[in-house]
DNA sequence: CAAGAATTATGAACCC
DNA sequence: GGGTTCATAATTCTTG
């Protein structure tokens, strides 16, 4: 460690500074484990949708669909509701 | 497109039908679980970095620390990427 | 709620409908306006790739030439902000 | 240059070098200009959506409803057919 | 037209 | 808790 002399160095100062070194490491270690697996993950979902695709599926509407059952249906509704509100506004049909 | 909604399809579009919403039913069950799983493992990230934060570590600097890391590889792909192809642009090889 | 749909709307409704309506016309308008210009804007850009490539550019080179001399500047302040939340992490300010 | 020495230089590698030299220049510059404008317009669109979002509207229904006014009307419809088709293959109301 | 990069939009997190 | 920045998702554009 650059401050500390081999004769000088406390035992504290040691100790803590290796000790967080250690837990820095280790904390940077498993945050990249985790983020490559959800990387891997990210992989298959994108693969699943290349097969909808291939199948003829709309890919645009599933995404759509997915996101809309992530949501309360109440919630849904309303933003369906608003929607067509804002369309009359306009004057769109 | 994907599948027929006339419910005085024939049995042959019927079961076209089914066999379509199947087909959808499987895809939009395996992203949703994928999905789950993803979202679980974000969830382990934020609390090992809750737990960096305990610990006295400054979330920013790790995240950027973690993000250049991540970056690294890249850029040095990117430069030597880039001189390949300056050499080509001025015709040196 | 930004305005009133119901057609038996009293007076007060019906003109707080109407001037929500004509702002929302409004907005949506400008954007489309400035949205215009930014196609064409685009459009511009895209025949300027086009020449240089006519007069032997690789375009690719050009692009990413262009992109390093906008990330250049904040690189720089991203490397000193760092360097700065390092200081503090390490309390040595 | 780096491939030529003084007194070999034709008079013609040093004019192409330098046409293109001034060429390469006008066009990252023409490039750089249109860019800037068009950030220019980004900040502006902004705005509105901050003004929008003031007076009360609901940001992200404007945009969908922008979106679908830039698509015709058929593609429109036809989205929403085919959203409604998934949504009852899969049981969703 | 499919793959990949780049831009844009949405959603989450943090600070005040 | 509101608003602003940061991170992720999604669409669009480009290139092979």
Redesign the interface.
């Known amino acids: 460690m650059a401050f500390d002399t081999a004769d000088q160095a406390t035992a504290d100062h040691a100790t803590t500074g290796n000790i967080?070194a250690d837990?820095?490491k280790s904390?940077?270690e498993?945050?990249?484990r985790?983020?490559e697996?959800?990387k891997a993950?990210?992989s298959?979902?994108k693969d699943?949708?290349s097969?909808?695709k291939s199948?003829?599926?709309?890919v645009?509407?599933?995404r759509?669909?997915?996101r809309?059952?992530k949501q309360e249906?109440a919630e849904v509704e309303e933003?369906e509701m608003?929607?067509d509100?804002?369309?009359?506004?306009?004057g769109?049909?």
């Open positions: 967080a837990r820095l904390i940077v498993r945050i990249e985790l983020e697996e959800r993950l990210a298959d979902i699943i949708y097969e909808a199948a003829g599926f709309d645009k509407v599933l759509q669909l997915i809309m059952r249906p933003q608003l929607i509100v804002y369309r009359r506004a306009l769109m049909a």
